[in-house]
Every structure is written in C-alpha cells, then in structure tokens.
Nanobody
Framework: QVQVVESGGGLVQTGASLTLSCTAS????????MGWFRQTPGVEREFIGA????????KYADSAKGRFTISKDNVKNTLNLQMSSLKPDDGALYYC???????????????????WGPGTRVTVSS
C-alpha cells in the first residue's frame, strides 16, 4: 500500500505563484510514476501533468504548459508542482497520484493511478 499526501495549498491572489508538494510512502519512491490532477465541483478530474519514475520525462496538459512545472526528487522523496501566473480558474482541489511503474513511462489518465492523496485546496482570488 502506498500512502500519498499533498501539501502547500492555500489562498493566493491572481498572478501569484504557489508550489504544491507530494510525498509517497510504502514503496520505493523512485519506482513510482506520478501525476497531478485537479478537480472542481461538478467537473471531471482534470489532468495537469505527469512524470516518470526517474523524473526525466514529463507531460503537461495544454492548460499547464508554460505556467506549471513538475519535478520529482528521488532523494528527498518529493514531487513538486510549481505554479505561476495563477488565475481564478486554477482554483481547485489538487490531487497527487502514484503508480508503481514498470519502466520510464508517464501516465495521463486518472484510471492509470492506483494511489491518491486526499488533495490540497488552491483558491485564487481575483
């Protein structure tokens, strides 16, 4: 069993930056492919970005390109999501997800992930 926990959410103003972090325990962190998703009420969970087990391959949603950066530190066992130029539409519950990988792959669909954190809320005021 893998336990996933997000942190770093909060209330920020439009245009601000914010970094979310995620830790995963119960499995060797470097064996996990990971992803970030977000969700608002009544809307399907939205893919933001994904990273392979080594941290060398990253895939972003179009909405995240140029503003969000995902990084994976297999020494500190931490996944980060750096967000900049935040907009009110970025406000959501942000989830980190983990998948025990069999190779250097990333996964963009939520059903590919077995383990999820409880989420951390980001609110962007206008």
């Amino acid at each position: 069993q893998v336990q996933v926990v997000e942190s770093g959410g909060g209330l920020v103003q439009t245009g601000a930056s914010l970094t979310l972090s995620c830790t995963a325990s119960g499995r060797t962190f470097s064996s996990l492919a990971m992803g970030w998703f977000r969700q608002t009420p009544g809307v399907e969970r939205e893919f933001i970005g994904a990273i392979d087990w080594s941290g060398s391959q990253v895939k972003y949603a179009d909405s995240a390109k140029g503003r969000f950066t995902i990084s994976k530190d297999n020494v500190k066992n931490t996944l980060n999501l750096q967000m900049s130029s935040l907009k009110p539409d970025d406000g959501a519950l942000y989830y980190c997800a983990a998948h025990p990988a069999s190779g250097p792959y990333y996964y963009t669909r939520p059903e590919s992930y077995e383990y999820w954190g409880p989420g951390t809320r980001v609110t962007v005021s206008s």
